[in-house]
């Protein structure tokens, strides 16, 4: 039975074995393929289970005789739901019953057979969850952005990865610089500051496979050359000290654990007198962390953000 699992982390594949102990769910055999769109969830199921498990952008062709799609309001948001929905029901042929299909919903029955109702009460439909949006910095053409569900940001701008763009495009305005953006989502913060500043060279990472989609599809759109990198790990050995700038909006819902693998990148990548900038909404808690790795750091405000500024010595 060649089973795909959407949806689920390292955490939802154990079960309660002997004595209470937890091991690894007893159905998650050979033939069970992990599907994940961040490359932190298929190293962690790889690492913990042992399990074949793959991250890509969309849901891999099969043939599979069973899709079972772990999601609900907590996990992701609606509109992510819907499309891998909408992709399930195409690698099934458009059922979405059992015993090809079980959905493992997080959440108000309602809001499951909501979910259900939208893709079964059209399943020829095909809608696209892509979208578009403008952004610039001053003195920089409008930029039309191009994003997916489940890549940061969806549908708009976030205003501090545009607080970070415009104080990093501000002070690099005509120079020649290699830009490292970590975290890239769309390309936001990468693409704004290229578009001022003709001469960088720009690489930009992200874990999240969809990020990478955007970026990718963003730099076509606009003619830029970039690197594109998917990892969860900063940049590889050969980039080490390679760069003159390094800008990252890293996400604070893990406290600063993930802000600490983009700052031990940033030192690691920059070459000595690069620039580090890097953004939160409130510097008390990331300017410690930063301390750990830059002998000083100078705060920025920008629209009710800070930029944390930092060289490398
Ligand atoms: C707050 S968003 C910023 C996106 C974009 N730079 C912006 O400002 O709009 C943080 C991004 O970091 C990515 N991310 C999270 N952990 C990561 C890691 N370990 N390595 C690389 N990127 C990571 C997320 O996928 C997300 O795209």
Request: hydrophobic fraction near 40%; aromatic fraction near 8%.
């Amino acid at each position: 039975m060649k089973t795909l699992l959407v949806g689920y982390r390292a955490a939802d594949l154990f079960e309660k074995g002997r004595r209470g102990r937890e091991t690894t769910a007893s159905w998650l055999t050979p033939d069970v393929t992990c599907h994940t769109l961040d490359i932190y969830h298929r190293h962690a199921i790889e690492k913990v289970h042992h399990a074949r498990a793959i991250c890509a952008p969309h849901l891999p062709e099969g043939p599979w005789d069973v899709i079972r799609f772990k999601t609900g309001p907590k996990r992701m948001s609606g509109e992510l739901s819907l499309d891998l929905l909408q992709e399930i029901a195409q690698r099934l042929g458009g059922e979405l019953k059992p015993p090809r299909f079980e959905l493992d919903f997080e959440g108000k029955a309602r809001d499951r057979n909501d979910l259900l109702q939208k893709i079964a009460a059209d399943p020829t439909r095909v809608r696209d969850f892509s979208a578009t949006w403008p952004s610039s910095v001053p003195g920089g053409p409008v930029l039309t952005f191009t994003s997916f569900p489940g890549c940061f940001c969806h549908r708009r701008q976030d205003e501090g990865g545009l607080a970070l763009a415009e104080v990093a495009a501000r002070e690099l305005a005509g120079r020649n610089v290699r830009l490292l953006d970590m975290g890239c989502g769309c390309g936001l913060v990468g693409f704004l500051v290229r578009s001022v500043v003709p001469g960088a060279d720009l690489v930009l990472v992200d874990s999240h496979a969809r990020a990478v989609e955007a970026a990718n599809v963003n730099a076509r759109n606009f003619g830029f050359a970039a690197e594109v990198i998917l990892s969860d790990n900063g940049t590889p050995a050969r980039m080490d000290g390679t760069f003159d700038v390094f800008v990252g909006n890293p996400p604070y819902y893990s406290d600063y654990r993930i802000a600490d693998v983009f700052l031990q990148t940033a030192v690691r990548a920059l070459k000595p007198g690069g620039v580090c900038y890097t953004v939160c909404k409130n510097a008390a808690g990331l300017e410690p962390v930063q301390k750990t790795y830059f002998p000083t750091v100078e705060i920025i405000k920008r629209r009710g953000y800070a930029v944390l500024k930092s060289v490398k010595e």
